[in-house]
Nanobody
Framework: QVQLVESGGGLVQPGGSLRLSCTAS???????IGWFRQAPGKERERVSC????????YYELPVKGRFTTSRENTKNTVILQMNSLKPEDTAVYYC????????????????WGRGTQVTVSS
């Protein structure tokens, strides 16, 4: 079975940084891997995505310019570097792997991690 394990969440002050890591296993191929988040009372939303088709990273507008996502050497680990954090970034962040490309996220066969809590507060 596909397994995704996130780590690196925590409590930070506004303007601070966190580095989230996702390690995936149990898959043979995918088109996209990246991150979603869900804040209390809100629906899960896309954060970032790395396409295995073109190798590019894509970001949703609220995090663009502040967050950076990258894939490490083994290809099964994805990093989300979160800088200049704002209180509105507070959410549970979920790693995701999909057989649909980034432009079609979330696809019907997407796989989810359990999530890691990120809290931005003074």
């Amino acid at each position: 079975q596909v397994q995704l394990v996130e780590s690196g969440g925590g409590l930070v002050q506004p303007g601070g940084s966190l580095r989230l890591s996702c390690t995936a296993s149990g898959f043979t191929s995918y088109y996209a891997i990246g991150w979603f988040r869900q804040a209390p009372g809100k629906e899960r939303e896309r954060v970032s995505c790395i396409s295995d088709t073109d190798g590019r990273a894509y970001y949703e507008l609220p995090v663009k310019g502040r967050f950076t996502t990258s894939r490490e050497n083994t290809k099964n680990t994805v990093i989300l570097q979160m800088n200049s954090l704002k209180p509105e970034d507070t959410a549970v962040y979920y790693c995701a792997l999909d057989t649909e490309d980034c432009s079609s996220w979330p696809g019907p066969r997407i796989h989810w991690g359990r999530g890691t809590q990120v809290t931005v507060s003074s």
